[in-house]
């Protein structure tokens, strides 16, 4: 399913404070840089419009949330939905996610990586241009903390498959833990409007969830 076209955004809606490009950022990215406060930091990769950083940022103010979006007009409008909400615990930034991962995350720095529909690049000579490739999982792995989280969905079985295979084989990350479907509760009470679209079409969402036990190394190559 493609994208389909964004609301406008509100004109007069300030919503700078909550966008930022991935070399506006720090080096190594630390949350107090980011959020001005120290509180265990999630990271989303694809934030799309947006739904899940602010429903997660307004559940879990004790926790600070950012996403990263490589099309700009999704960035653009995910921090307005932030902005409108006024989630100081929340921000967005426009760029490239796995050089977000591979360069600004300190190690040990996350307590969760969330992953939700990627591209699933359907032709098998484009497979190389997945995100969830060997590289980015050791990035992963050298990002969470001590008991951090990847959470990945996905309404693909055959990328959902290789990819539980690929973590198996190239990590040393527990699971997969099954996250079992529950009952929305409005209109919107879903992890993201991808999520919302596929299950509202009857189609099947694919769900795992790995964790970074005590004791695992992270690599510096």
Not at 71 to 83: D, E
Not at 109 to 126: I, M, N, T
Not at 173 to 199: I, M, W, Y
Request: charged share 25%.
């Amino acid at each position: 399913m493609g994208r389909r076209a964004l609301r406008k955004i509100d004109p007069h809606l300030d919503y700078g404070p909550w966008l930022r490009t991935v070399d506006q950022l720090p080096q190594p990215c630390s949350t107090a840089a980011v959020f001005g406060r120290e509180a265990p930091l999630e990271v989303e990769l694809g934030s799309g419009k947006g739904l899940f950083l602010a429903t997660a940022a307004a559940a879990n103010p004790q926790r600070n949330f950012l996403g990263v979006e490589v099309a700009q007009r999704y960035a653009r409008y995910t921090a307005a939905r932030l902005a409108g909400q006024r989630l100081a615990n929340a921000a967005v930034v426009h760029g490239d996610g796995l050089r977000l991962f591979r360069e600004f995350l300190p190690a040990a720095g996350l307590a969760a990586v969330h992953v939700y529909f990627p591209d699933p690049w359907w032709k098998a000579r484009h497979r190389k241009r997945r995100v969830l490739n060997a590289p980015f999982l050791a990035d992963v792995v050298r990002v969470l903390e001590d008991g951090g989280r990847l959470h990945f969905w996905t309404d693909v079985q055959e990328y959902y498959d290789s990819t539980l295979e690929l973590i198996a084989a190239e990590t040393p990350l527990s699971g997969p833990q099954g996250v079992p479907p529950r009952v929305a509760e409005h209109d919107l009470d879903f992890r993201t409007h991808f999520e919302r679209r596929t299950r509202l079409a009857g189609e099947a969402v694919y769900r795992a969830e790995f964790v970074k036990r005590g004791g695992v190394a992270a690599s510096t190559s």
